[in-house]
């Protein structure tokens, strides 16, 4: 079955415990990315990568890391997480830049 | 940064009902696309719109772009608990960037 998975699916942490949410989809596609979702904020891009070792920052990339050393993962690293990066992130992935996309089910993360 | 404004932000109906959701910008998009997210799941692509007075049927949905291709709506009619959900418009603009708006949560109660 073709998808997009995330893990874990629920987080929760302390400040400044280095933290990594794992991506990793199974459709050959060139490009992913990074969302995350606050109440009245809606879907928030963090960071994509349109292939392999090509990654670029999004719309709110302060406190996360990416890399893309393999197609079919795109890991986020939160170095040194603080509470306001307490939201519901999303993986996404396309076969190019501009097609449709396929999200993830979420990841929960909670940061105390 | 191009804006995308959803109205209404809640909307709770009844089973039967017709209802329309409102998704705005002073922005021009090249495309705008609409989304279906269930509780616990990511986002679901409905349909996506190119050109400006396009409109697309998918069932009881109805979506159409506007003509300056700055808004679009989304039409459901007699709505039915399926359809609760939270739903996203999602506009794609300079670069190929893709901008959402903050979701409309429907809820159609039996």
């Known amino acids: 079955e073709a998808q997009v998975t995330q893990n874990p699916r629920y987080l929760i942490t302390v400040t400044g415990k280095k933290l990594t949410v794992t991506c990793s989809q199974n459709m050959n596609h060139e490009y992913m990315s990074w969302y995350r979702q606050d109440p009245g904020l809606g879907l928030r891009q963090i960071y994509y990568s349109m292939n392999v070792e090509v990654t670029d920052k999004g719309d709110v990339p302060e406190g996360y890391k990416v890399s893309r050393k393999e197609k079919r993962n795109f890991p986020l690293i939160l170095e040194s997480p603080s509470p306001n990066q307490t939201s519901l992130y999303f993986c996404?992935?396309?076969?190019?830049?501009?097609?449709?996309?396929?999200f993830g089910s979420g990841t929960q993360l909670s940061v105390l | 940064t191009q804006l995308l404004e959803q109205s209404p932000q809640f909307l709770s109906i009844q089973e039967g009902e017709n209802l329309t959701v409102y998704c705005n910008s002073s922005?021009?998009?090249?495309?705008l696309q609409w989304y279906r997210q269930e509780p616990g799941e990511g986002p679901v692509l409905l349909v996506t719109v190119v050109t400006g007075g396009e409109v697309k049927k998918l069932k009881r949905l109805t979506f159409q772009f506007g003509d300056a291709r700055k808004d679009s709506s989304l039409h459901i009619t007699a709505a039915q608990p399926g359809d609760t959900g939270l739903y996203l418009c999602?506009?794609?603009?300079?670069?190929?960037?893709?901008?959402f708006g903050e979701g409309t949560q429907l809820t159609v109660n039996p």
């Open positions: 922005s021009v998009f090249s495309s």
């Open positions: 999602a506009g794609r603009g300079s670069g190929s960037r893709l901008t």
């Open positions: 996404a992935s396309s076969r190019a830049l501009g097609e449709k996309l396929f």
